[in-house]
């Protein structure tokens, strides 16, 4: 310190005053601990000049001293939070003492102070104008953060909030990640308009590594150097922060841009966020709040260590802030954060062990390691940590720096014991009580300090004896002392286990059910003054809401508490050393989820309980206004003045506007039916020697009595209503395609009623024995394959030869017979009409979750895996078509939804065995799909067409295999458009089909946005199905182009087409797009004549074998063939083409044999089958290519030289009603109208069907002055005027 001191000293501008100018700014925030030095140092002349950042420090009271942080009493109001805990459940007061003022919250930990550079507070009296010390968020200052962003951070903090958010804030739970908190300490930065940021972040949306190339070359012409800011913020905290799996791209994508200022801001942007999330509260109690905090650990290790760049101590200082979480409890979110930063390390040369800063961090997690009541997470996120670094943790000497640090006793999260651990409340002096009054905290007194032991009594009867209500199953394989050790230790494990969640899960759930029932409760009961009934429906709505959301919250957090906290505690007691790891381990799971329904109900009937008490004081107001309107002796109705004259009385519909008097009585009955909602209570274990839940249910397709209590384990059902399926047909099939392919032909005979698989029965006790095996998996599921029961189970079902290759078909379709039976069993109606019933899915989740495990086997071949995996397809679409046959329009889709949605799903997860990538398995999908399409299963579509564009399907068709899964896709939506056709094409469009048809344009959006290359490939298959009077779709399929042609645009002045590269490349096209007209006997005819041109009344042959029969006519709605009209007319245009490459092209067009063929038939041609040839024409209309010029050139000739007006009009009305609709419109046809109009070689204008009336005169000229270029609209004639009518 003095060889700093002293250089300062010599006069300001020489050398050593900078030599130590410089020095004093490398420690300057530790200057705090030194208040001796700082007195010498303000003794030194020009320093306040050099350095006026630190003239605080220098000119205050220095003689006190300096508060570090760590010797001042703590103000946590944990202690009480704690007290109110141990309370109870259901007689607590959730949520932390009195929140008084703002000093009622800790004050920033150390940890903020140190590990994120920011400074304590400076000693001395606060600055004029401040009657207080500002709190701790506040006075957030360090290096590298501008004034907003510290102003932001103090708005996060809430004036000093800092560690609220562990009584108030909402639990993670059962919700995504929330990036509220990084959103609101963003940055300040200059915004860019809407459009630019729209378009930065559609391309940061469909970003891939296909179009890295184009996406950065955007992101470099969009984003200046004025807006690194701004992208920097959004892509760390809209992007990186929630997006981990997509780190990679965009550091790609950084790359390829190659700024180095936009990598700093960047980097700069991404230590800002983290300080954000340490200084939050939230880390400690929000699971949401840790998971951001890991994302951007593992974001800012791949920007820095694996980039060998390091973190500098001056920006993070990583080992410092492992100290100081150690010290606050709040290692659960930044010891996996540190992790995940250092991750990269393993592959570098440089930052990999023995590099001393990172053998330092791993030096120091080994020490917290070997601390006594650690918790299990955090010790497996360090040894996750060291096996990824592949460095061995005893190979690894523990440092010694935890002797020096006190951690917190009170609430910590990251050690076990400390959970119960009850400090004493100190006594505070007079000077002192009165310091925490002026700093906001108010002392407890001493009504408080007897609620709070009147509540801690009240814990026995808020929690009951736990004794005697909880139940351990015997295991053959375990102990009977260790199963006695478990139900002595369950009962603390599971008390525990509700102590740790209850306080953030009942006040979140209270919360949201408090606030929503004080809304609709003081809406209906505006005119009501009676205040009982109001109280009434109060608290049947409220206990409803409140125990309902506190129960979905509660159970998967309870169940993995429960779970940690019962291995802890046999491992503390050793009851389990003398039992197998897989045994106790599966007795600790089975013994937890047979108990989980009893924690729950605890925690229920707490928010119930809490949540009444808070609508009551909720409701107060509305008490003492009825009191008042009571007293007051007014013969007048009573009305709430404060509800009625609101803006939402007057903005509901009038049917749920309040109304005076008493509230109908069926509006009443919805908050009596609060009381009434069916609960799926837990009941006790079937008697031993009982059959199975599933061997219980009737034969399928046999009347069926309500379902027992236990119809399937956890989950039972209410009574059903009507008859379950009946049983589907069954047929053998040898492979997986040709199954599903079969199952339809077969189907379609209808076999009889209670048909069996080849003619026969099954055998006696097939199905109890199937059954019986089905239970026995609905058990185990959720255990981990490696699991000792699981593991047992598969053994047991391949020792019952059920899987053997002749009994696999019985086995999985009794399988989905009981799975759907279950299923629509459960079905409980619902209270409207317009909402549908609900369905238990267990059982068809069990079946999905059952057939991936045994198409996952290792041990078995893959031919007889994927053979297996076909068949389950086949049970399941088999099963469908058979109950569409018997119930007609009583079908219910949903279970055969859910189980092929359920099937796509779990095998679309990476597997080395087998997953969906595989072609066959994407083949069997497709011919399931196939099977079920709408013309054979009309009350599938909707779950049909959701299934086909499902993100597990469809993306992999369109991807993987090179292609191969094009023709498969195109036959599922060949077969949608087939569905959709009778429909379209009579304009008969109820809601439904409505309904369908939007949601089939959308999929061809999709397609057309992402996939343009299969729309040009197939757009003759789609244009032979889709209506004449279906135009913007069929626009939507001829507007596709392939992705890396660039159009050029339509409307350039004096564009020449015929000069553009691309009209001699061939388009793409399916091979066998003109196959109905290759197999025709016509084709002969017709090359006959392209070769000689000799042929008598050739145009009436063609036309003679273009008509349908009059019963197929009937069928499709015209009397002509409309695919082999199109595959004619694209043959010959390919003939013509291919025969004018030979020669000059622009010569020969006119006078070859093609367009003669052409113009015979165009004259030929009634006015029925002229526009349909005139719209095969049309369809070739697309993007730049060949047969685009070829065919304009052939519409304009056909136009020019039509010896008839009505050609030409026709003409006209095919191309103006497909650019009359809404966009897109496809290039060819907006070139080739431009043309028409334009050139003065076709007089257009001068014909009279332009003018037939001033509707269609008004038409023409609005479409052609939004197609010509401006300085071309000079020529389109004006419309004459609409006669007044």
């Not at 003109?1074 to 009436?1100: G, I, W, Y």
Request: net charge neutral.
């Amino acid at each position: 310190l003095c060889c700093v001191g002293a250089p300062k000293k010599k006069p300001q501008g020489s050398k050593m005053f900078a030599f130590g100018s410089d020095a004093l700014e490398q420690f300057k925030r530790r200057l705090t601990e030194w208040p001796q030095y700082c007195q010498h140092l303000a003794q030194i002349p020009n320093l306040a000049q050099a350095h006026p950042d630190l003239l605080h420090l220098f000119s205050k009271g220095n003689d006190q001293t300096v508060a570090l942080g760590r010797s001042e009493p703590s103000m946590n109001t944990a202690a009480n939070a704690d007290a109110q805990l141990a309370a109870g459940v259901a007689g607590m007061r959730i949520g932390g003492g009195d929140s008084g003022g703002e000093g009622n919250h800790p004050p920033l930990p150390r940890s903020l102070s140190s590990a994120m550079n920011l400074p304590p507070q400076p000693p001395g009296p606060p600055p004029a104008g401040e009657s207080a010390p500002a709190p701790a968020a506040s006075r957030l200052t360090t290096r590298g953060m501008s004034t907003p962003e510290i102003g932001q951070i103090a708005r996060v903090s809430s004036g000093g909030q800092i560690a609220a958010a562990a009584s108030g804030a909402p639990s993670g739970f059962a919700t995504s990640l929330n990036i509220d908190t990084l959103v609101a300490a963003s940055a300040e930065a200059k915004q860019p308009d809407a459009a630019t940021a729209d378009k930065v972040h559609f391309l940061v949306n469909n970003l891939s590594a296909e179009n890295m190339e184009e996406k950065a070359a955007e992101v470099k012409s969009k984003v200046s150097a004025d807006l690194y800011e701004w992208f920097a913020g959004y892509l760390v905290v809209k992007r990186a922060s929630i997006e981990p799996n997509y780190h990679a791209l965009y550091l790609e994508l950084l790359e390829k841009v190659g700024d180095k200022n936009l990598y700093a801001a960047i980097l700069q942007a991404t230590y800002r966020n983290i300080k954000v999330l340490l200084s939050s509260g939230k880390v400690k109690t929000n699971s949401g709040e840790r998971s951001l905090l890991k994302n951007l650990g593992s974001w800012l290790g791949q920007l820095t260590i694996s980039k060998r760049k390091p973190v500098l101590q001056r920006d993070l200082d990583l080992k410092e802030l492992i100290l100081e979480s150690y010290e606050s409890g709040r290692m659960i979110g930044v010891v996996p954060f540190v992790a995940k930063v250092l991750e990269p390390a393993k592959d570098n040369m440089i930052f990999k062990p023995p590099n001393p800063w990172t053998v330092a961090i791993l030096s120091l997690l080994c020490e917290i390691y070997n601390e006594r009541d650690l918790k299990l997470n955090l010790k497996f996120e360090m040894e996750r940590l060291f096996k990824h670094l592949d460095v061995n943790m005893k190979d690894i000497e523990p440092s010694m720096l935890l002797a020096s640090r006190m951690r917190e006793r009170q609430n910590n999260p990251d050690f076990v014991a400390d959970k119960n651990f009850a400090a004493p409340v100190p006594l505070q002096s007079a000077a002192s009580e009165g310091s925490l009054q002026q700093h906001g905290v108010v002392g407890r007194s001493m009504d408080e300090e007897e609620k709070t032991r009147l509540q801690t009594q009240s814990l026995e009867g808020a929690l009951p004896n736990m004794q005697a209500h909880v139940r351990v199953a015997a295991a053959p394989n375990l102990p009977e002392s260790t199963r006695a050790a478990l139900l002595r230790l369950l009962p603390v494990a599971l008390t525990q286990g509700i102590r740790e969640i209850v306080a953030p899960v009942v006040e979140r759930s209270v919360t949201i059910a408090c606030k929503t029932s004080q809304e609709l409760v003081r809406k209906d009961f505006a005119t009501e003054a009676d205040i009982n009934r109001v109280r009434k429906a109060a608290h049947l709505m409220v206990s409803s809401l409140a125990g309902s959301l506190a129960l979905v919250t509660c159970r998967e957090p309870l169940k993995a508490s429960v779970a940690n906290q019962l291995r802890a505690l046999l491992q503390q007691s050793g009851a389990g050393a003398g039992s197998e790891a897989s045994a106790l381990e599966a007795a600790v799971q089975s013994a937890t989820v047979d108990n989980l329904e009893l924690g729950c109900a605890l925690i229920e009937k707490a928010a119930s309980e809490k949540a009444i008490r808070d609508i009551d004081e909720s409701l107060a107001a509305a008490v003492i206004v009825r009191q008042k309107h009571r007293e007051s002796g007014i013969n007048q109705p009573f009305f709430d003045a404060a509800i009625m004259q609101g803006r939402y009385p007057a903005a509901l519909p009038e049917s749920l506007r309040p109304r005076p008097g008493q509230l109908p009585t069926a509006a009443l009955r919805i908050y009596d039916d609060f009381a009434q909602l069916p609960r799926a209570p837990s009941g006790p274990p079937p008697p031993s020697g009982a059959p199975p839940a599933f061997a219980r249910q009737p034969p399928f397709g046999q009347p069926q009595p309500p379902p027992p209590p236990v119809a399937y384990p956890g989950m039972p059902p209410p009574p059903p209503p009507g008859a379950p399926p009946p049983l589907p047909p069954d047929v053998p099939s040898e492979g997986v395609a040709d199954g599903a392919q079969d199952a339809g032909k077969d189907s379609a005979k209808g076999p009889p009623s209670g048909a069996h698989p080849h003619g026969q029965p099954d055998p006696a006790g097939l199905r109890e024995k199937v059954a019986a095996h089905f239970d026995e998996w609905a058990r185990v599921q959720d255990l981990p394959v490696t699991d000792a029961a699981n593991v047992a189970f598969m053994q047991r079902l391949v020792e019952s030869r059920l899987l053997a290759e002749d009994t696999q078909e019985r086995f999985l379709r009794i399988l989905v017979e009981l799975a759907v039976t279950h299923c629509l069993g459960s079905e409980v109606p619902s209270a409207t009409p317009q909402a549908s019933s609900q369905l238990s899915f267990a059982a068809i989740d069990a079946y999905v979750r059952l057939v991936t495990r045994l198409v996952r086997r290792q041990e078995e071949p893959l031919a007889s895996r994927l053979a297996f995996f076909g068949r389950a397809l086949v049970a399941v679409v088999r099963t469908a078509m058979r109950d569409t046959d018997e119930r007609n329009v009583a079908f219910n889709a949903r279970p055969y939804f859910r189980a092929l949605a359920g099937l796509l799903n779990e095998m679309h997860a990476p597997d080395n065995a087998l997953d969906s990538s595989h072609p066959q398995v994407l083949a069997a999908f497709a011919s399931a799909f196939l099977a079920l399409q709408p013309l054979r299963v009309p009350g599938f579509a909707f779950a049909w067409l959701e299934l086909v564009s499902h993100r597990c399907f469809m993306p992999r068709l369109l991807i993987d295999h090179e292609q191969k899964g094009w023709p498969l896709l195109q036959r599922l939506l060949t077969a949608i458009l087939r569905f959709m056709e009778p429909h379209l094409r009579t304009a008969d469009l109820s809601e439904p089909i409505k309904l369908l048809y939007k949601g089939m344009l959308r999929m061809f959006l999709v397609l057309l946005h992402d996939f343009p290359e299969f729309l040009c490939n197939h757009h003759v298959n789609f244009c032979d199905i889709i209506p004449p009077n279906c135009i913007q779709l069929r626009n939507l399929v001829l507007s596709a182009y392939p992705r890396n042609m660039r159009l050029p645009d339509p409307f350039t002045p004096n564009l020449k087409v015929d000069l553009l590269p691309e009209t001699q490349q061939a388009p793409r096209i399916n091979a066998d797009a003109d196959h109905a007209f290759r197999s025709s006997p016509m084709r002969e005819e017709v090359d006959a004549f392209l070769t000689t041109r000799k042929s008598e009344n050739l145009s009436q042959q063609l036309i003679h074998r273009l008509m349908l029969s009059p019963s197929a006519a009937l069928a499709a709605g015209t009397k002509y063939n409309v695919p082999l009209i199109n595959a004619f007319v694209l043959y010959v245009g390919v003939q013509a083409i291919q025969a004018n490459r030979s020669k000059d092209a622009s010569s020969g067009i006119a006078q070859s044999a093609p367009m003669e063929l052409f113009s015979q038939l165009i004259e030929s041609l009634d006015m029925e089958g002229r526009y349909l040839f005139v719209n095969a024409i049309a369809n070739q209309l697309r993007y730049p290519n060949c047969h685009t010029h070829y065919f304009s050139c052939v519409i304009l000739f056909l136009f020019s030289e039509a010896k008839f007006a009505i050609i030409q009009e026709q003409i006209t009305r095919v191309l103006l009603e497909r650019l009359i609709v809404n966009r897109p419109h496809p290039w060819g046809l907006l070139i080739t109208f431009i043309e028409l109009i334009k050139n003065p070689r076709y007089n257009f204008w001068g014909h009279a069907f332009t003018k037939c009336s001033p509707e269609i005169e008004r038409l023409f000229e609005s479409v052609a002055r939004s197609c010509l270029p401006q300085q071309d609209k000079e020529g389109v004639p004006k419309p004459s005027p609409v006669p007044a009518s």
